[in-house]
Antibody, heavy 120, light 107 residues
Framework: QVQLVESGGGVVQPGMSLRLSCAAS????????MHWVRQAPGKGLEYVAV????????YYAESVKGRFTISRDNSKNTLYLQINNLRVEDTAVYYC?????????????WGQGTLVTVSS | DFQMTQSPSSLSASVGDSVTITCRAS??????VAWYQQAAGKVPKLLIY???TLQLGVPSRFRGSGSGTNFSLTISRLQPEDLATYYC?????????FGPGTKVDMK
């Protein structure tokens, strides 16, 4: 069965950097586009980034462009999110997930999420 | 700036009721809408994609409809386990914008 396990969250100070990882199993990782979505405490879902199966395309929400970088290692079945210059408003649960296709689609499987808390 | 709006923002209903949530896109997105269910403290779950196609394993009491800019999710014969927040999302192109959510609770 499809499994997605995020790691790398924690408490960090404003201005610091963090790299989140998402280990995938139970499907052919290299066939699917992948995403990151975040959810601030008590708030709704916010699209963060998507990367295509072959890394030819990466897309970002306007709110994170220039600070966040999505990447993947298909040989390791792992998705990453590099977050630089963290802000208090980046505090959220970060979910990784799979899209239904190689280049786009609905978000058909989700990980359990990892909490990032930005606080001084 | 692309917008997805949902109404109502919350609703209360009884077990066995039928409820409908609407979602409006600020531009034509054809049928590229998905609906997600998120119970409190849980991971979001895909219910419907392409506006009306049920994801595998989702009960048939969930029904999606619409195209263009107007979409809806109807839950028939509401069950206690349907208590959750429901989000629509566009996925025709970047950005994969979510609606603000509709919270469904039990009377």
């Amino acid at each position: 069965q499809v499994q997605l396990v995020e790691s790398g969250g924690g408490v960090v100070q404003p201005g610091m950097s963090l790299r989140l990882s998402c280990a995938a199993s139970g499907f052919t990782f290299s066939y699917y586009a992948m995403h990151w979505v975040r959810q601030a405490p008590g708030k709704g879902l916010e699209y963060v980034a998507v990367i295509t199966s072959d890394e030819t395309g990466s897309y970002y929400a306007e709110s994170v462009k220039g600070r966040f970088t999505i990447s993947r290692d298909n040989s390791k079945n792992t998705l990453y999110l590099q977050i630089n210059n963290l802000r208090v408003e980046d505090t959220a649960v970060y979910y990784c997930g799979r899209l239904g296709g190689s280049y786009w689609g609905a978000f058909d499987f989700w990980g359990q999420g990892t909490l990032v808390t930005v606080s001084s | 700036d692309f917008q997805m709006t949902q109404s109502p923002s919350s609703l209360s209903a009884s077990v066995g009721d039928s409820v409908t949530i609407t979602c409006r896109a600020s531009q034509d997105i054809r049928h590229y809408v998905a609906w997600y269910q998120q119970a409190a403290g849980k991971v979001p779950k895909l219910l419907i994609y392409e506006a009306s196609t049920l994801q595998l394993g989702v009960p048939s009491r969930f029904r999606g409809s619409g195209s263009g800019t107007n979409f809806s999710l109807t839950i028939s014969r509401l069950q206690p386990e349907d208590l959750a927040t429901y989000y629509c999302q566009k996925y025709d192109t970047d950005p994969w914008t979510f609606g603000p959510g509709t919270k469904v609770d039990m009377k």
